[in-house]
């Protein structure tokens, strides 16, 4: 028995090298059967029609699959105009009118750092000043810290202290303040107090500038597409005249080519409605969003482009929310030489500005390949047709004796071509 399972097993081997061997010595063309009958034809013509609409509805006029396209470079300009006042002290505004100099203005120079940035610009709507810093040896903040990186160091004697370690607001001079058991520090004083940040998280701190919600900023973006040379701007759509350009406001329904923004539409564009409560204090940063599609065959003039606002910081940030820096304003005592700094801790609002574009334009060479691709996806109608005919219809098996024929040399075996299974999946 067992001699008789490896003869088996030895025969089916040799069967199938056999059947391998032979298949290299096959070779397969192509016959057409033309079928007449009403459900394989209509399925056959459903099939090119779906392939058709899809080369002629989406990909070409949809996808513009006749255009050569283009990539914008882009550049944006920014100026920001408004007055915002402040009180020196703690008092109402009405109350400090009373002493004028307590009063604060703040204008475009004051609020808006740097000057100038590249796809964007900050507005300032809150801030910690600690004017007429020197340098020397100072005391730390007491309140601060003992650990962590901005940490101070505690001292009961100057021993404790190292010499030119950093801390919170400078470097360690190995001097303790045995008042304040904090070691001293070089570095700009009289230096900033944790107090005073508390203080202007404060709704209505005498820093903070709700005002800031009418300042109004000039956008101009200046947009190219090198490869076909066109040019376009925001400041050239519509009414382009300059009475109108220095005039209007921004509003997305009845003035939506305005180049002139309030700050407080472009907030509420966003989805802030806090700003009084939460941003003026904390600040908080906006994407401003300029999209441009351009399709040149019906307009080489004007580019409409497609605005957004985005709010990207998160505004519930446990660890330094909204957006904040430190900045210095130097001056230099004619007489002693002494270098002065006013320090600025200073929250506020940054808008990035993000500009992308494409513009197209009739070309053959798309046109020809969207139609070359199409013909090739003509095949797939023959392709699943023959399927649904061999495999999927009740008489699967009359049509496929006609469309397979195989034909034997004198010199090969013959072999089966029929079809066990009878069963099939459409009637």
Partial sequence: LLLDVQRGDTMGFCDSAQSVA???????????????SKKVGLIFRLLQLGIIGYIIGFVIIYKKGYQEFDTAVSSVVTKVKGTAVSCRVNLTLPECQKNSSLIRVWDTVDYVVPAQENNAFFVMTNNVEVPRQSQGVWDEDVNASLSGTNKVWYCQNSSDCPDLEPSRNGVTNGECNNATNRCKIYGWGPVELNSMDDAAEVIGGINQLPAAVNFTVFIKNNILFPSFGNKFSNTGIGNSSKAYLTSCTWDPINNPNCPIFKIGDILGSAGITTFFEREVIFGAVITIGMRYNCDLDKD????????????TDDPND??????NFRYGYYTTDPETGTVFRDMYKMFGLRFVFTVSGSAGRFSFVPMFVAFGSGLGFLGLATVIADLVVTK?????NHYSKHKYEYVDDDDSPKQSTSDDDDTPLLP
């Fill in 22 to 36: 032979l298949s290299l010595f096959e070779y397969d063309t192509i016959k057409t059967v033309h079928i007449r």
């Fill in 318 to 323: 446990i660890l330094s929310p909204g957006y």
């Fill in 300 to 311: 080489t003039r004007i580019c409409v482009p497609t605005l957004t606002f985005t709010r």
């Fill in 392 to 396: 999927v219809l009740q008489k699967r």
